[in-house]
């Protein structure tokens, strides 16, 4: 264990919305647990379950400067004062047990005692589901009231207890196990507490390369493209496969024993990792720091089982937060004003309206899975020329959408489908913030009205591009002309764009490196296949060091296609 000094608050909302079902006005409320699962108003909700959300006033505000007062249990109004509130489950993505919300809003995360976990081992030997009220023997309670009171009322909810090498133990609750693991987006967790989980609603064709390990999946409808890299899991892994489906089957064996319904939940992998997790340390049998009652995961170094993922998502309705993504795509005539969010549009607990356009709403957070930074992950999307002119058409309407809601739409009520989905860096809205190096080269293919363009490296980190294919020699050293300088000290690997055209019965491959000019390759393809495009980034990356000069003319090499 590697304890990080301090602990650290936190002020920022990160522009996430109110919830409305949250206490109001001016006092501070931490998020203490996670109950029991119900849909409490079948009036207002149909569509999407709820969760009972348990959460304490804070009293000693002096948190802002000294965090560590939360970690007493004088820090907050005693827990038999609670306040509950019941809250959507799609709404998991964005709350965390330990944060402080004011007014229904975020106001701060603050660390507790922040600890990495090196090395730790999780199998069916290490790790064990229990009960957070569990009581070994003449022991004592593993999470005892005196130190750790705010569970009070949800000592029959579940939890993963994880044996240390140094006979500590670390407590995991299911509900921050699903939440972590799954909860990239609204509508992946969904899909998991609304049983019985089915591959289909996740997603409907996946192809795998076993020699390059690249994954390629066809998302289903209403799937966000930030929770690719979870589905790829569950298609590759048969345990997190398990992982997933447990939550669902928990949930159906407790509804039909009439019984409280906890979920439960496994880690979606066996072996080594390393976690880093906010929470507190508690007492057992007399000696201190014995077990790490886990608030809030925040890393984990676990693997994800391929080495690149490409994906294209179904259907156009649900979209980012771009000037498109206001309009009710469903019901909006050609030229006519589009439907508008209200600035600060609040949550609601109620079903959404079936008569206006969902929208994704995208949320920067700290990234989860260092595994993931330098693999290539990327969107296969259409550019067309009339989605380019709709995008310079900025025209809105007077009468802005007041409330959002998320899960599947089931009213007349009008309120926006939401699904929030979590990216670890901010994606830019699509057309106008193209890599400089790169918006020519669009604004060319965006005014083709006879070729089909489809960009095959849309990517969470710029939109457009994923970095070029590395290319070692005999001793493992990479050619420096892959490498841009980014000042006198640093560089960084080029960016890499790549289209398919087709025009007429003729395949294209065009595929653009960054440098200055902007080096352009144009490669015939007898007929698409989106396994060949490793293969061809991998040999355009070895012609670019062969002859770093050619830079290519686009509407030159586009008469090829004639």
């Known amino acids: 264990m590697d304890p990080e000094k301090g602990l650290k608050y936190s002020g920022f909302s990160n522009g996430m919305p109110r919830i409305s079902a949250f206490p109001t006005g001016p006092n ?43 970690l007493s249990p004088d820090g907050t109004a ?36 922040l600890e990495k976990f090196k090395n730790i081992q999780i199998d069916a030997k290490t790790t064990t589901l229990i009960k957070a009220g569990l009581n070994i023997g003449d022991a004592g309670f593993l999470l005892p009231l005196a130190e750790h009171p705010w569970h009070l009322q949800c000592t029959q909810s579940y939890c993963v207890m994880v044996n240390l090498p140094a006979g500590e133990r670390l ?41 390059s390990k690249h994954l390629f999946l066809q998302l289903a409808e209403k799937i966000s493209g930030t929770s690719a890299a979870d589905i790829g899991r569950l298609h590759l892994s048969p345990l997190a496969w398990r992982a997933a489906a447990v939550v669902s089957t928990s949930l159906l064996k407790a509804s039909v024993a009439q019984q409280s319904i906890h979920p439960q939940a496994l880690f979606p992998f066996e072996g080594e990792t390393t976690l880093v997790a906010a929470g507190k340390w508690l007492s057992f049998a007399g000696q201190p720091r014995s077990t790490f009652l886990v ?18 998502v179904t259907g156009s309705r649900a979209q980012p937060n771009s000037p498109i993504g206001d309009s009710d795509q469903s019901r909006a005539q050609p030229g006519h004003a589009a439907a508008r969010d209200a600035q600060d549009q609040p949550l609601v607990e109620r079903d959404a309206s079936n008569n206006l356009s969902p929208r994704i709403r995208t949320y920067r957070i700290e990234p989860r899975f260092p595994d993931l930074a330098p693999k290539p992950i990327w969107k296969n999307r ?29 009213s007349e009520r009008r309120i926006r489908s939401v699904d929030f989905a979590l990216l670890s860096k901010i994606n830019p809205s699509f057309f106008e913030r193209a890599p400089e190096f790169l918006r020519p080269i669009v604004q060319d293919l965006c005014a083709l009205q006879d070729t089909a363009v489809e960009l095959l490296t849309e990517s969470d980190e710029d939109g457009w591009t994923v970095p070029i294919s590395v290319l070692a020699d005999e001793d493992g050293e990479i050619d420096p002309k892959l490498f841009t300088q980014t000042s006198e000290k640093d560089a960084r690997l080029r960016r890499v764009g790549a289209f398919w055209l087709k ?18 390759k144009l490669c015939p393809t007898v007929e698409f296949n989106r396994g060949d495009i490793l293969r061809i980034l991998r040999n355009v990356a070895a012609n670019f060091l062969d002859n770093p000069d050619s830079t290519g003319h686009l509407p030159s090499l586009l008469k090829t296609m004639s």
């Not at 995991?172 to 909860?183: A, K, N």
């Not at 491959?509 to 440098?515: M, N, R």
């Open 28 to 70: 501070f409320w931490r998020i203490d647990w996670f109950g029991d699962i119900a849909y409490p108003d079948r009036s207002n909700r149909r569509k999407q379950p709820s969760m009972f959300v348990h959460l304490s006033r804070v009293k000693d505000e002096r948190f802002r400067n000294d965090p560590s007062v939360l």
């Open 382 to 410: 259409t550019l067309t020329h009339a989605e380019w002119l709709e995008k310079l058409d900025r025209r809105r309407s007077t009468s802005p959408i007041s409330h959002g809601s998320v899960g599947d739409p089931g």
């Open 295 to 312: 608030y809030n995961l925040r890393s984990c170094e676990h693997p994800f089982p391929f080495r690149s993922l490409s994906y294209k």
């Open 78 to 113: 005693p827990a038999q004062f609670q306040k509950r509130a019941w809250i959507s489950i799609g709404t998991l993505p964005l709350l965390r047990i330990g944060d402080i919300w004011r007014d229904g809003q975020l106001d701060a995360q603050p660390d507790y005692e």
């Open 503 to 520: 025009r007429t019965e003729k395949y294209m491959c065009l595929v653009v490196i960054e440098s200055t000019p902007a080096c352009i």
């Open 171 to 211: 407590i995991i609750p299911c509900m921050e196990l699903i939440r972590f693991y799954f909860g990239s987006s609204s509508n992946l967790l969904s899909k998991l507490f609304i049983p019985p989980l089915d591959r289909k609603s996740l997603y409907s064709t996946a192809s795998f390369d076993v020699r």
